[in-house]
């Protein structure tokens, strides 16, 4: 597994955390750095992954919920919800992450925690923020 991937990956779990409601960013962000036996590198992306998201998660949410079809975003499994805020914020924020890249990562991870339904659903959504302008 790469860098990004695995940082992804553990980001993903930190905005569980967040989603959660238990942990606050501080604690989700030093938790990140005791509990993960991941290189600096991945600790590092992660970090700037849920420093960005949570707080755009607002603006984020408002571009995953006009794109959702029959859904409401507070109804989405909360892995889901990550890994679309995650790809947003990237595809939005980031500007060193193709757009499809970022749609890619998320499909794939979806995949692997929530299965092939997940990751077309993922794959739908994020394609049409992705083609919004």
């Given at each position: 597994m790469?860098v990004?991937r695995?940082a992804?990956?553990a980001?993903?779990?930190?905005?569980?955390?967040?989603d959660?409601?238990?942990?606050?960013?501080p604690?989700?962000l030093?938790?990140l750095?005791k509990?993960?036996?991941?290189s600096?590198?991945?600790?590092?992306?992660?970090?700037s992954?849920?420093e960005?998201?949570w707080p755009h998660?607002?603006?984020?949410?408002r571009?995953?919920a006009a794109?959702?079809?029959n859904?409401?975003?507070?109804?989405l499994t909360r892995?889901d919800?990550g890994?679309l805020?995650m790809a947003v914020?990237e595809?939005?924020?980031d500007t060193?992450?193709?757009?499809?890249?970022?749609?890619n990562?998320?499909?794939?991870?979806?995949k692997?925690?929530?299965?092939?339904?997940?990751?077309?659903?993922?794959?739908?959504?994020?394609?049409a923020?992705?083609h919004?302008?």
């Amino acid at each position: 597994m790469g860098v990004r991937r695995e940082a992804r990956e553990a980001a993903l779990t930190c905005l569980y955390q967040l989603d959660l409601g238990v942990e606050d960013l501080p604690s989700v962000l030093a938790l990140l750095g005791k509990e993960r036996k991941a290189s600096a590198k991945v600790r590092g992306f992660a970090a700037s992954l849920v420093e960005g998201v949570w707080p755009h998660r607002e603006e984020v949410d408002r571009l995953i919920a006009a794109h959702l079809q029959n859904w409401k975003l507070e109804r989405l499994t909360r892995t889901d919800r990550g890994l679309l805020r995650m790809a947003v914020y990237e595809m939005k924020f980031d500007t060193g992450v193709p757009g499809k890249v970022a749609i890619n990562e998320a499909v794939e991870i979806g995949k692997k925690f929530g299965g092939e339904e997940s990751g077309r659903f993922l794959n739908g959504v994020l394609d049409a923020v992705y083609h919004c302008a």
